[in-house]
């Protein structure tokens, strides 16, 4: 079986993104600290935040080959749009058999346990992107042992502002007694956390093929020594390095998104997250490099791929923590050999 | 090329203690923002007050305002600024390398006027050396110096000056004829000349030290002219080994290594070997560096064994940092209310510049290349 990519979505999602995310529509969004209204609104009427969600629950159906796609493009463009936590909450909603919510939505409780009790939240919720624009809230939560929905209005909290590296907006939601929406969930919240492991990996993929594009065609243009410093053999290196980090990155997202929707999957996202968060780190530093001085500029569009980087590679779980649970795998398996050569189908592991 | 293994004397000793102890009462924990090595914040009344101790411009003659020290000396005293993250920014270049620049290269009225101020850390100094399209190709530089009446006059743009801004004095390098190596001039330039624009360049981490110079029609008299027409590039390259062998070139992160370590030995199960290779390499590092000072201080220019040291410990800086971001087990924030961690969130921005100032890893590799087959 092999999980490809609808090619006319890939293009036609390309083109959005191009078009519509300029460096310019970037650096506005960070500015202001929100994201980018208007690609959202045209994204909206496209139905594109909806992909990924079944269409019996308000969504735009499609596979998470699809959606992955749609977030990697995304992050190509270094998209100040809250995609990936928008999905998660509506991918949430659905789950709990909620009616669909109008966006942009973001997401929580995906690091910490957050506990409702009956149909009031109190708690402090860390870092929550967007908060401030999204129409609402979806929490991953606990009420009496079980995995819930909890959905909180912005209205019933108060936020405390913080931004992130990459200057998207991470806000602390405080919720005091706050009313909140909250409905049983029909999957757990392992099957919550693999999902967002596998979009933050989409992410970070992405960002590594943009890195890789721009270093390769800032190096054909930059001139020293009277040639292009893409042809220097040492650039050339960081040039093949970036290739490298961004092909590897795109199979893994895609074979993950394939393992995920049939059933399981973890040991596939766990070992995706670890590869792109590592290819990520190590082409930001060739991308960094290649580029000199002027990479290291705001005026100049590395900086949104590589702080973004930096913000994405820990997002919800640490590098290390993630390593560690690949290793976990290794040492129950038969044998290494066999656990990365496992063939997957419906359900069996064989 | 082979570096000998050399310890700090008793007195060297005595003046690492000295340092320690007027610190401790200086800078006190939490009293001043905390920096990364060299990149440490700009106060120029700390600058003032560790000259004043005899600490800038240690190595110049005594006649003009310094110590007549050793590079060593001067190794000592500023690892411990280093390690504390202290606020070297305003004086930091000027007493690596234009201190010790005018010295070698100047006239008896330069070294009057300028190297008193450096040494009581008055003077900042920046290096005017990058142009738009000429970084690792520095001999490529078109900004131009014409003789006139009396002086020069100057046309260009000279981009990535850190700390312009705030500098007092710019040590250009320029072009004075066609001639590629031979055409080129350094001059100390007033940062207030008529004529002469800085403009901040916003960095990564959305600090304003980089800048961009533009001169229009700028006119310094001939007595800036530092050393002979058409010497700047060999003068340029003799400074070469006292800014890439130091310290600084491996102690960006010491502020934050030092609280890390003081964390994972808190932390059951920690991860001992990681901690255990680094601090070998921290180590390894400090002694090579110390060699270098010696060399300096026994008259030879030690250029390859700089180039040698700073591309391997700027890699080890960026290395420190990337596994310092992995164990704080999520991106530090670069709001936080904790010092270290803002520092930290710096740090993984400015990471990558470490190895590209003062020459990219990628020209020092030829640099030691070229090196070790002349030396063979
Ligand atoms: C934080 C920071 C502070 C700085 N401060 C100053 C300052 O105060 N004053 C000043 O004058 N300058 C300063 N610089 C500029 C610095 O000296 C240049 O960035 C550096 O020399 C590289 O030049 P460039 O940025 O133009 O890169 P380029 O020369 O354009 O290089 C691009 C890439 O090509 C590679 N490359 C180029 N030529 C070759 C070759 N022949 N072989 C192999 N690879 C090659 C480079 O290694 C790099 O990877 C600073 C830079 C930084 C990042």
Same mark, same amino acid.
């Given at each position: 079986?092999?999980?490809?990519?609808?090619?006319? /979505?890939?293009?036609?999602?390309?083109?959005?993104?191009?078009?519509?995310?300029?460096?310019?529509?970037?650096?506005?969004?960070?500015?202001?600290?929100?994201?980018?209204?208007?690609?959202?609104?045209?994204?909206?009427?496209?139905?594109?935040?909806?992909?990924?969600?079944?269409?019996?629950?308000?969504?735009?159906?499609?596979?998470?080959?699809?959606?992955?796609?749609?977030?990697?493009?995304?992050?190509?463009?270094?998209?100040?749009?809250?995609?990936?936590?928008?999905?998660?909450?509506?991918?949430?909603?659905?789950?709990?058999?909620?009616?669909?919510?109008?966006?942009?939505?973001?997401?929580?409780?995906?690091?910490?346990?957050?506990?409702?009790?009956?149909?009031?939240?109190?708690?402090?919720?860390?870092?929550?992107?967007?908060?401030?624009?999204?129409?609402?809230?979806?929490?991953?939560?606990?009420?009496?042992?079980?995995?819930?929905?909890?959905?909180?209005?912005?209205?019933?909290?108060?936020?405390?502002?913080?931004?992130?590296?990459?200057?998207?907006?991470?806000?602390?939601?405080?919720?005091?007694?706050?009313?909140?929406?909250?409905?049983?969930?029909?999957?757990?919240?392992?099957?919550?956390?693999?999902?967002?492991?596998?979009?933050?990996?989409?992410?970070?993929?992405?960002?590594?093929?943009?890195?890789?594009?721009?270093?390769?065609?800032?190096?054909?243009?930059?001139?020293?020594?009277?040639?292009?410093?893409?042809?220097?053999?040492?650039?050339?290196?960081?040039?093949?390095? /970036?290739?490298?980090?961004?092909?590897?990155?795109?199979?893994?997202?895609?074979?993950?998104?394939?393992?995920?929707?049939?059933?399981?999957?973890?040991?596939?996202? /766990?070992?995706?997250?670890?590869?792109?968060?590592?290819?990520?780190?190590?082409?930001?530093?060739?991308?960094?490099?290649?580029?000199?001085?002027?990479?290291?500029?705001?005026?100049?569009?590395?900086?949104?791929?590589?702080?973004?980087?930096?913000?994405?590679?820990?997002?919800?779980?640490?590098?290390?923590?993630?390593?560690?649970?690949?290793?976990?795998?290794?040492?129950?398996?038969?044998?290494?050999?066999? /656990?990365?050569?496992?063939?997957?189908?419906?359900?069996?592991?064989? | 090329?082979?570096?000998?293994?050399?310890?700090?004397?008793?007195?060297?000793?005595?003046?690492?203690?000295?340092?320690?102890?007027?610190?401790?009462?200086?800078?006190?924990?939490?009293?001043?923002?905390?920096?990364?090595?060299?990149?440490?914040?700009?106060?120029?009344?700390?600058?003032?007050?560790?000259?004043?101790?005899?600490?800038?411009?240690?190595?110049?003659?005594?006649?003009?305002?310094?110590?007549?020290?050793?590079?060593?000396?001067?190794?000592?005293?500023?690892?411990?600024?280093?390690?504390?993250?202290?606020?070297?920014?305003?004086?930091?270049?000027?007493?690596?390398?234009?201190?010790?620049?005018?010295?070698?290269?100047?006239?008896?009225?330069?070294?009057?006027?300028?190297?008193?101020?450096?040494?009581?850390?008055?003077?900042?100094?920046?290096?005017?050396?990058?142009?738009?399209?000429?970084?690792?190709?520095?001999?490529?530089?078109?900004?131009?110096?014409?003789?006139?009446?009396?002086?020069?006059?100057?046309?260009?743009?000279?981009?990535?000056?850190?700390?312009?801004?705030?500098?007092?004095?710019?040590?250009?390098?320029?072009?004075?004829?066609?001639?590629?190596?031979?055409?080129?001039?350094?001059?100390?330039?007033?940062?207030?000349?008529?004529?002469?624009?800085?403009?901040?360049?916003?960095?990564?981490?959305?600090?304003?030290?980089?800048?961009?110079?533009?001169?229009?029609?700028?006119?310094?008299?001939?007595?800036?002219?530092?050393?002979?027409?058409?010497?700047?590039?060999?003068?340029?390259?003799?400074?070469?080994?006292?800014?890439?062998?130091?310290?600084?070139?491996?102690?960006?992160?010491?502020?934050?290594?030092?609280?890390?370590?003081?964390?994972?030995?808190?932390?059951?199960?920690?991860?001992?070997?990681?901690?255990?290779?680094?601090?070998?390499?921290?180590?390894?590092?400090?002694?090579?560096?110390?060699?270098?000072?010696?060399?300096?201080?026994?008259?030879?220019?030690?250029?390859?064994?700089?180039?040698?040291?700073?591309?391997?410990?700027?890699?080890?800086?960026?290395?420190?940092?990337?596994?310092?971001?992995?164990?704080?087990?999520?991106?530090?924030?670069?709001?936080?209310?904790?010092?270290?961690?803002?520092?930290?969130?710096?740090?993984?921005?400015?990471?990558?510049?470490?190895?590209?100032?003062?020459?990219?890893?990628?020209?020092?590799?030829?640099?030691?290349?070229?090196?070790?087959?002349?030396?063979?």
């Amino acid at each position: 079986m092999t999980h490809e990519v609808d090619p006319d /979505l890939r293009d036609m999602l390309e083109d959005f993104f191009a078009t519509e995310v300029t460096p310019v529509v970037v650096e506005e969004a960070e500015r202001a600290g929100t994201y980018a209204a208007d690609v959202w609104k045209k994204a909206e009427s496209l139905d594109l935040p909806w992909i990924g969600i079944d269409e019996e629950c308000g969504g735009a159906g499609g596979s998470l080959a699809d959606l992955v796609t749609l977030v990697a493009e995304a992050a190509r463009r270094a998209t100040p749009a809250p995609f990936v936590e928008h999905h998660l909450a509506a991918w949430l909603v659905a789950q709990a058999g909620l009616d669909r919510i109008e966006g942009p939505l973001t997401v929580s409780g995906l690091t910490e346990t957050v506990e409702v009790s009956g149909d009031r939240l109190t708690a402090t919720l860390p870092e929550v992107a967007f908060a401030g624009d999204a129409s609402a809230v979806v929490v991953l939560a606990k009420s009496e042992g079980a995995d819930v929905v909890a959905v909180l209005r912005p209205a019933g909290a108060t936020l405390e502002p913080h931004a992130d590296i990459d200057g998207t907006p991470v806000p602390t939601v405080v919720a005091s007694d706050a009313p909140v929406v909250v409905a049983p969930l029909s999957v757990t919240a392992e099957d919550v956390r693999r999902r967002a492991l596998l979009l933050r990996s989409a992410v970070l993929a992405g960002l590594t093929r943009a890195m890789f594009e721009l270093t390769q065609s800032y190096t054909a243009e930059r001139h020293q020594f009277g040639k292009p410093v893409g042809s220097f053999q040492s650039v050339q290196l960081h040039v093949v390095t /970036l290739a490298q980090a961004a092909e590897m990155s795109q199979v893994c997202v895609d074979r993950a998104a394939g393992a995920l929707s049939i059933g399981g999957g973890e040991f596939e996202v /766990l070992a995706t997250a670890a590869v792109t968060a590592q290819n990520a780190v190590q082409g930001a530093r060739s991308a960094h490099q290649a580029h000199g001085a002027i990479g290291m500029t705001r005026e100049y569009a590395l900086q949104f791929l590589t702080r973004r980087v930096q913000t994405w590679r820990q997002r919800w779980q640490s590098q290390s923590d993630v390593e560690d649970a690949v290793a976990g795998w290794a040492l129950e398996a038969p044998s290494l050999s066999g /656990l990365i050569a496992r063939h997957r189908e419906e359900g069996v592991v064989a | 090329m082979r570096l000998t293994a050399t310890e700090l004397s008793p007195a060297e000793r005595a003046l690492k203690q000295e340092v320690r102890e007027w610190l401790d009462e200086r800078l006190p924990e939490g009293s001043y923002p905390l920096g990364l090595g060299m990149g440490g914040a700009v106060d120029p009344e700390f600058s003032r007050d560790l000259g004043a101790q005899g600490w800038i411009g240690m190595s110049l003659p005594s006649e003009y305002g310094g110590h007549g020290r050793t590079a060593v000396d001067r190794l000592v005293v500023v690892e411990e600024l280093l390690a504390r993250g202290a606020p070297v920014g305003y004086h930091w270049i000027a007493d690596r390398q234009f201190g010790p620049g005018i010295a070698a290269n100047g006239t008896e009225w330069q070294k009057e006027t300028f190297l008193p101020g450096i040494a009581s850390g008055e003077y900042s100094f920046s290096i005017g050396m990058s142009e738009p399209d000429s970084g690792s190709d520095l001999a490529s530089v078109r900004t131009r110096a014409e003789q006139v009446d009396g002086g020069w006059r100057i046309n260009g743009t000279k981009i990535w000056t850190t700390g312009a801004y705030t500098a007092t004095h710019i040590v250009a390098l320029l072009r004075t004829s066609e001639d590629r190596h031979r055409g080129m001039t350094q001059f100390i330039i007033d940062r207030h000349t008529p004529g002469l624009t800085v403009s901040p360049i916003e960095f990564i981490d959305g600090t304003k030290d980089f800048c961009e110079l533009s001169f229009v029609d700028v006119f310094v008299p001939d007595d800036r002219r530092l050393g002979e027409v058409g010497a700047g590039w060999s003068q340029n390259t003799g400074e070469l080994a006292l800014e890439r062998g130091g310290v600084d070139r491996w102690m960006s992160v010491m502020a934050l290594l030092d609280r890390w370590v003081r964390q994972e030995a808190q932390r059951p199960g920690g991860h001992a070997a990681e901690l255990g290779a680094l601090t070998a390499r921290a180590w390894a590092f400090r002694g090579m560096s110390l060699a270098v000072a010696r060399m300096v201080d026994a008259g030879q220019y030690p250029v390859t064994e700089a180039a040698l040291i700073k591309e391997m410990a700027t890699r080890f800086e960026q290395d420190c940092t990337d596994l310092m971001v992995r164990r704080w087990g999520r991106t530090p924030r670069p709001d936080s209310d904790d010092p270290y961690e803002r520092l930290l969130a710096t740090a993984v921005q400015v990471a990558p510049a470490w190895t590209i100032r003062g020459g990219t890893n990628e020209i020092l590799r030829s640099v030691i290349s070229k090196g070790l087959r002349k030396n063979a």
